[in-house]
């Protein structure tokens, strides 16, 4: 049983940056697809971005929202079991509750999220 725990969520103003952490535990991360996702109030969970682990074909591969591409970043740390996403150039549209995601082999797991609020 994967556990995901997120932090680094708060207020920031229009144009800064935030850095979200993820910590894993529980299972074989580096074999993972670990990704963030975000839901906005009164919307759907929405894919932010993923990066594969070693237990896909291609390890490091990273794939971005349309909405994120060139500001946000994701990366791990797999001696640490940690994923992160750095937020630049923040949005009030990117106001959101944001969650860590674990994938591999069928298996899917959830944090419980870290809040986001973008606003002056």
């Known amino acids: 049983q994967v556990q995901l725990v997120e932090s680094g969520g708060g207020l920031v103003q229009p144009g800064g940056s935030l850095r979200l952490s993820c910590a894993a535990s529980?299972?074989?991360?580096?074999?993972?697809?670990m990704g963030w996702y975000r839901q906005a109030a009164g919307k759907q969970r929405e894919f932010v971005a993923t990066?594969?682990?070693?237990?896909?074909?291609?390890?490091?591969?990273?794939n971005y929202a349309d909405s994120v591409k060139g500001r946000f970043t994701i990366s791990t740390d797999n001696a640490k079991n940690m994923v992160y996403l750095q937020m630049n150039s923040l949005k009030s549209e990117d106001t959101a509750v944001y969650y860590c995601?674990?994938?591999?082999?069928?298996?899917?797991?959830w944090g419980k999220g870290t809040p986001v609020t973008v606003s002056p």
């Open positions: 990066i594969t682990g070693g237990g896909f074909t291609a390890y490091g591969v990273t």
């Open positions: 529980g299972g074989a991360f580096s074999m993972y697809r």
């Open positions: 995601n674990a994938f591999y082999l069928g298996m899917e797991y």
